[in-house]
């Protein structure tokens, strides 16, 4: 039977506060000793590019994986899908701790998934957990021991249903027992294991930390999440700035990643399904936080604000112009790419919320 491993990886914030940085390294530490784990620690998830070392690493990751990071875990889950680094959606039991006072008074019933759904997905599971759940290392270890067990269980049931020749490729880099005298999150020698691959071959690639933990440039660009895409094609519609395409099964992606423009998160206030997220907005809909959470938030903003509140598509055309015009194009107003159905859709909870966040903003509170 081959030996099983889960691989732990940890996104750092992109910024150096104080308390989150002491988060992550308390986690590593706790986890960093212990058999049947590889960890790793890689910059902010969202921001590595195809080229970067954290990136080449995440590749190279074949079994079950746990992704620690500061995004909503659905966002996290979609950019590496996006990345090519691809599972089946791994359930965790942590939630927020406002989802937790929620729970027993008309929480919203999570919506079946209607998208159409990921593709080339290899039999294997990718668990995100969000930092902000918590400010303590213990509930974060408790939950990875907890997969531990569970993933150590259906490779044991899968070994059992369908024996085959074990395989082992060494691959990557975690950290290790002398990163964590010195640090957690600064150790000066890798090397990791991954579990599963093809050819039976030992292969093994070290990386330094400071080669993982290179810092990257922020980023900024839609992801889509392909459980909730119909493919619809609104969002190639709107978008003037040829961030979008298409693959060879005619399915929507996002081509052109760095065409967007910072800041900007337009389209996802015109994709009818609300899949299209920017994992570092503001606002936590926009974000990738779960679609019923917000949906349940009961939020009277016409009495907040005397009912003057732009709708969701005037403001993401206001949005879409704006970048027109700073790129020195014409302002087109309504007059391109609006989606019909979009005209009659009552706004949503989600335009809502983000109509909260700017006039919040506005007050400078
Ligand atoms: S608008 Fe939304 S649902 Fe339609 S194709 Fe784009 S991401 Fe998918
Ligand atoms: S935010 Fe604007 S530029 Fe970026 S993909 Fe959406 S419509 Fe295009």
Redesign the pocket.
């Known amino acids: 039977m081959s030996r099983h491993r889960l691989t732990v990886v940890l996104s750092q914030s992109q910024g150096k506060n104080p308390a989150k940085r002491g988060l992550e390294e308390s986690i590593v530490a706790a986890l960093i000793m212990e058999g049947g784990l590889d960890v790793s620690v890689v910059p902010h998830l969202y921001d590595i590019g195809p080229d970067h070392t954290g990136r080449l690493f995440l590749e190279s990751v074949t079994g079950d994986m746990v992704l620690l990071s500061w995004l909503f875990p659905r966002a996290a889950f979609w950019v590496l899908d996006r990345d090519g680094i691809k599972g089946h959606w791994g359930e965790t039991l942590l939630k927020p701790a406002a989802a937790d006072d929620d729970e027993d008074e008309d929480a919203a019933e999570p919506e079946p998934p209607k998208g159409i759904g990921a593709v080339n997905v290899p039999e294997r599971h990718i668990y995100c957990l969000d930092l902000r759940d918590s400010n303590s290392h213990d509930v974060f270890v408790e939950e990875i021991h907890r997969i531990a067990a569970e993933s150590k269980t259906r490779h044991e049931q899968k070994q059992h249903s369908a024996p085959v020749k074990p395989m082992l490729v060494e691959l990557g880099t975690n950290l290790t027992a002398h990163a964590a005298g010195n640090g957690a999150l600064n150790g000066t020698h890798n090397g990791a294991v991954a579990d599963g691959a093809s050819n039976g071959h030992v292969t093994e690639v070290k990386f330094t930390a400071d080669q993982l933990l290179q810092p990257p440039n922020r980023r900024?660009?839609?992801v889509i999440d392909y459980s909730r895409c119909t493919n619809c094609m609104e969002?190639i519609d709107?978008?003037?700035?040829g961030?979008?395409g298409v693959d060879g099964q005619d399915r929507i992606l996002?081509e052109n990643q760095d065409?967007?423009?910072k800041g900007?998160?337009?389209?996802?206030r015109v994709c009818p399904e609300q899949a299209?997220m920017?994992p570092d907005y503001k606002t936590p809909a926009i974000a990738g936080a779960p679609v019923g959470a917000i949906g349940s938030l009961k939020i009277d903003l016409s009495r907040l604000f005397g009912g003057d509140l732009k709708d969701a598509l005037g403001q993401?055309v206001e949005?879409?112009d704006r970048?027109l015009v700073n790129d020195g194009r014409d302002a087109v107003g309504m007059s391109v790419g609006i989606p019909k159905r979009q005209a009659d859709k009552p706004q949503g909870p989600k335009d809502d919320l983000d109509t909260l966040m700017d006039a919040l903003d506005g007050l400078e509170l």
């Open positions: 900024w660009y839609p969002c709107f978008c003037l700035f961030v979008y996002v065409n967007c423009k900007c998160p337009a389209c996802s299209i920017f993401a949005e879409r970048e």
